[in-house]
């Protein structure tokens, strides 16, 4: 890789009074590419991702940012200002329940636009049709383009989380369980969309789940965390077919079963 | 009228109190349509009837100043009735109906139709402060918002109603951006008031009491009612006239006159429909109402 | 003609009159009297001062009276006067141990040093109408009988006797005076030591901050704790008693125990600078109570958690739900979650003063001709324009419903 990484963390550390959710966490993250963070619940997956995304500073370490133009910030160094800018327009993170990322009484259309309209958009016509334009792209017929997300189905909402990422040609993705709650034909479709809309746009992403044939269908390389720390990482492939750690044995075995 | 006990302070507040105020309001004027904070007391009128208003002309006013109060735009329903008599009792001051005469005018809801001018003080009664309080009513969340010019939720709001009434259904305390800075509210004036704020000369204060909030729009500053860029802002007309004045350019007032729901338009400004009723007297009054749809 | 519609001047000196005759009622009853009002229906006045944020009994009764038995208009009318005050200075802390106790009661203990005082309370009476009571001619308090019960106190197990001596504590100061009428809380060491001393129970400390004065500032959320036990203790009553209720039945349960209620009278002492030392300015009466609640161990050895409600006056239905609902709200320092509303601190702060509440729910009332006026010409023209999909009143200014 002659390329700049789009993401580093360095050293994280954070606890919740007494217990330590991450302990010494680093990662490097490259354009393009989807890293995976596979663990039981607990291990600090999501705290991972919440100080990733510059919303839980971490009580040690930093998280750097690549920006569009090519600066690399610290990300808790710089204003909160610069860094809720940054992450409407250039970052994107699905909640693992897509109803708390979602503005439930606004349509499917409106929240769309939302994220345009954070960026600046101020024309009813263009965000309209960016917004129809990207129902089409997660699938969702445009008949339910002014319907609430209230009215749609778990594996619609999940996609019109998405749509409403995505929008703003985001460079990186936060995904938190994307297809946690989701039965098994509906993932299928789910993780399809995601994979497809990441080649398309050159997306990187880091994939949170405790699933591990979602983290072997999405990602090139993976993690695999325990009590706040990395106890394995390396190719996806490697690491699953080949556990070198006996937690990550047993999560294989656990898990993956006899697949 | 109620009896008033002896002793109370000029204008009612302490002068503590108004210093307060005053504070508050010199740094709402520096940052035109940002919310200051500021430690409002319980007054001798319940909150959302306007005590914010009332805190802001009591710690401004003096014995040469002249008075007027409106709600609805007309001088004399109760709540302005009530409020005149209190300023004037403590206060002091002369009051007048005559918008060009005052040199404060507390309101309720509407600005006069008569233009105001250079050294004019507007006195709004304010009960939300804050435009971001239906779409987010958390106080913390909404004062970073403002701090970060984050107001792309206020477009989701228009969006929603041009996607479902095919324009912008906010027909009164129709949010305008301050100084392109901040978001603000101009308390519930129809929309059809809002351009009146743009470059007026007139300085403008907003006194939320219960929600402990004053800001400002300075002398000629820029007011902008939101809107989309193919959805322009549209301050809107009644398509009448007044059934006393015959103008056909206030914001009127609809009268149910029978049990049959025959109505009649009359001006909201009743000071303006008086004084325009004196200048036609003897003259051919406009014809009122039934003349368009 | 149709300036008719809106009212004016005569309007209103018409309602003061008619408000002034309605107050007196009829002239063959003779008029109610503010000593009256204030020893007869003396729980009316203490909930009027605990809410009006003013102790002051006489001003209180007559806000009583002038409200015509209205509390919360009469809160209002004692805020209203107390915004005309200027601020003096702040008094000394209060030390309600070195209070007399009129009830003292502790829910976790049968027996504890110092014992239960019952005192004047409803708790054990039943709520049987009394017609010997409303017979004002015939009813005079039988005498002697509750100089004999003060005298005595309702025994309880495990309380001292009338006038026996009692152990000092180290550091302790300030003997009983002469004509107290009863034993000093000093002498009832607080209940929630003896779990302090075994560890059990959540330390507290003073921060050394000045406390901040919600009356003369406005201040952001989340407040710190003593605003908060500032803005709960001029809350309403009954907004508070609902809340506390809501935690009972799961809505941000806290499992409270009542360690310890009291009622007294404490010295307010002032620090005049002049004199160099404090100086008894006032006396009033005050309810605390102090829950314990259930324990928390994440990080450290389990301890009981607490909950604490001072109000002015005699009103301890308040400082009960008060302090159910003080330790509701600290569900995000012991990362419980907030789950029901009375965890919810903006919501529960921003909603609980009943003279803001009052006014606001109220101002709907006045003219909106120009909002409704607005409205209406919207709709029409929305209805002129079909293809809107459009419902309800536009969700701003006086409407609701968040995105």
Redesign the interface.
């Known amino acids: 890789m002659t390329e700049e990484p789009l993401l580093e963390a360095k050293g994280l550390h954070f606890s919740y009074g007494s217990h330590k959710a991450l302990e010494g966490v680093s990662l490097e993250l490259y354009p393009g590419e989807i890293l995976g963070v596979v663990g039981e619940s607990g291990s600090g997956k999501s705290t991972l991702l919440n100080v990733l995304r510059g919303e839980a500073r971490p009580s040690a370490g930093e998280v750097y940012y690549r920006d569009k133009a090519g600066e690399r910030l610290n990300v808790f160094a710089i204003s909160e200002g610069r860094r809720r800018k940054l992450a409407r327009t250039e970052l994107g993170f699905a909640r693992q329940r897509p109803e708390e990322g979602l503005r439930m009484k606004v349509s499917g259309g409106g929240n769309i636009a939302e994220r345009l309209f954070a960026a600046g958009e101020r024309s009813y016509g263009v965000a309209r049709e960016k917004a129809k334009e990207w129902l089409g792209k997660v699938e969702i017929p445009l008949s339910r383009l002014d319907d609430p997300p209230t009215q749609y189905s778990g594996g619609m909402r999940e996609r019109l989380q998405l749509a409403r990422n995505l929008a703003t040609y985001p460079r990186l993705v936060l995904l938190d369980e994307p297809t946690g709650g989701l039965d098994a034909s509906v993932q299928a479709r789910v993780l399809d969309l995601i994979l497809s809309l990441a080649k398309e746009f050159g997306l990187a992403g880091v994939l949170v789940t405790h699933d591990l044939r979602v983290a072997r269908l999405l990602t090139e390389r993976i993690m695999v965390m325990k009590g706040g720390a990395v106890v394995e990482s390396g190719l996806t492939d490697r690491v699953l077919d080949d556990p070198r750690e006996s937690y990550t044995q047993l999560l294989v075995s656990s898990t993956l079963g006899d697949a | 009228m109620a009896r008033y006990r002896t002793g109370l302070n000029y204008a009612y507040l302490s002068e503590d109190a108004k210093r307060v105020v005053r504070r508050a309001l010199l740094k709402a004027v520096a940052i035109p349509g940002f919310q200051v904070p500021f430690s409002g007391r319980e007054m001798p009128m319940p909150y959302g009837w306007g005590t914010g208003g009332v805190q802001v002309t009591a710690s401004l006013i003096g014995p040469g100043d002249v008075l007027k109060v409106i709600d609805q735009g007309a001088d004399d329903t109760t709540n302005a009735v009530s409020i005149r008599d209190f300023l004037a009792k403590t206060a002091f001051c002369r009051v007048t109906e005559e918008t060009g005469e005052a040199t404060i005018i507390q309101t309720r809801h509407r600005i006069p139709e008569t233009p105001l001018k250079e050294g004019q003080i507007m006195v709004y009664q304010v009960p939300i402060p804050d435009p971001l309080r239906f779409l987010e009513p958390k106080l913390e969340e909404n004062r970073a918002l403002h701090a970060l010019r984050e107001y792309g939720i206020l477009y989701v709001k228009l969006y929603e109603d041009v996607t479902r009434h095919g324009e912008i259904a906010q027909s009164y305390d129709y949010p305008a951006m301050v100084n392109r800075r901040y978001a603000m509210s101009p308390s519930p004036i129809p929309r059809f008031d809002n351009p009146k704020l743009r470059l007026s000369p007139a300085l403008h204060l907003f006194g939320a009491g219960r929600e402990k909030r004053v800001y400002a729009v300075p002398p000629h500053c820029e007011v902008e009612s939101l809107a989309f860029s193919d959805y322009p802002f549209r301050a809107g007309e009644s398509g009448h006239r007044c059934e006393l004045c015959g103008d056909g350019e206030s914001f009127l007032d609809e009268m149910v006159v029978d049990d049959a729901g025959g109505r009649v338009f009359v001006c909201s400004d009743s000071a303006h429909c008086r004084r325009r009723r004196e200048s036609l007297q003897g003259a051919e009054l406009p014809r009122a109402e039934k003349e368009e749809k | 003609m149709?300036?008719a519609?809106?009212?004016?001047?005569k309007?209103?000196?018409s309602a003061?009159a008619l408000l002034s005759e309605a107050r007196r009622g009829p002239l063959d009853i003779p008029e109610i009297s503010q000593g009256q009002i204030r020893h007869q229906l003396g729980l009316a006045v203490e909930r009027v001062m605990a809410e009006g944020s003013l102790y002051a009994p006489k001003l209180a009764a007559l806000a009583v009276k002038q409200a015509r038995g209205d509390l919360v208009e009469a809160i209002?009318l004692l805020?209203?006067t107390?915004?005309?005050?200027?601020?003096w200075g702040y008094s000394e802390p209060l030390d309600s141990s070195a209070a007399r106790a009129k009830r003292r009661i502790s829910g976790t203990w049968k027996d504890l040093p110092g014992g239960q005082i019952l005192g004047a309370t409803f708790d054990y009476s039943h709520r049987l109408l009394d017609f010997e009571l409303g017979d004002v001619a015939r009813h005079s308090r039988p005498l002697g009988e509750a100089e004999e019960a003060r005298g005595e106190g309702p025994r309880v197990p495990g309380e001292r006797e009338p006038g026996q001596a009692r152990e000092r504590e180290p550091g302790e100061t300030g003997a009983q005076e002469p004509g107290e009428t009863g034993p000093s809380l000093e002498a009832l060491p607080r209940a929630a030591r003896i779990l302090l001393g075994e560890g059990l129970l959540e330390t507290e400390s003073d921060d050394g901050e000045t406390p901040g004065d919600l009356?003369?500032?406005?201040y952001?959320?989340?407040y710190s704790r003593e605003l908060r036990l500032q803005s709960l203790a001029r809350a309403d009553e009954g907004f508070l008693l609902s809340l506390a209720y809501s935690t009972q039945r799961g809505f941000g349960s806290t499992h409270p125990f009542v360690a310890e209620l009291r009622i007294g009278t404490v010295k307010v002492e002032f620090w005049a600078p002049e004199l160099g030392f404090p100086v008894t300015v006032a006396e009033m009466e005050i309810t605390e109570c102090e829950t314990v609640n259930q324990f928390r161990g994440?990080?450290?050895r389990p301890r009981f958690t607490r909950g604490y409600g001072l109000v002015m006056g005699d009103n301890e239905r308040k400082a009960l739900a008060l302090a159910m609902v003080e330790r509701a709200l600290r569900a995000p320092e012991y990362?419980e979650g907030v789950k029901g509303p009375a965890q919810d601190e903006?919501f529960v702060l921003?909603h609980g003063d009943n003279?803001?509440a009052?006014?606001?729910?109220?101002?709907v009332k006045?003219?909106?001709?120009?909002?409704f006026?607005?409205?209406?010409?919207?709709l029409r023209?929305?209805r002129e324009?079909p293809?809107?999909?459009?419902?309800g009143f536009?969700?701003?200014?006086?409407?609701?419903?968040?995105?």
């Not at chain 3, 107390?82 to 601020?87: A, D, I, K, L, Y």
């Not at chain 3, 536009?394 to 995105?403: K, P, S």
Request: glycine residues 18%.
């Open positions: 149709y300036v519609v809106k009212g004016g001047e309007a209103i000196k003061h209002f805020r209203a107390r915004g005309t005050f200027p601020t009356t003369r500032r406005t952001p959320f989340p994440n990080g450290g990362e903006e921003s003279v803001e009052y006014g606001f729910v109220s101002h006045l003219p909106h001709y120009v909002d006026q607005a409205e209406l010409s919207l023209s929305l324009n293809g809107g999909t459009g419902d536009g969700e701003e200014g006086d409407g609701d419903g968040a995105l």
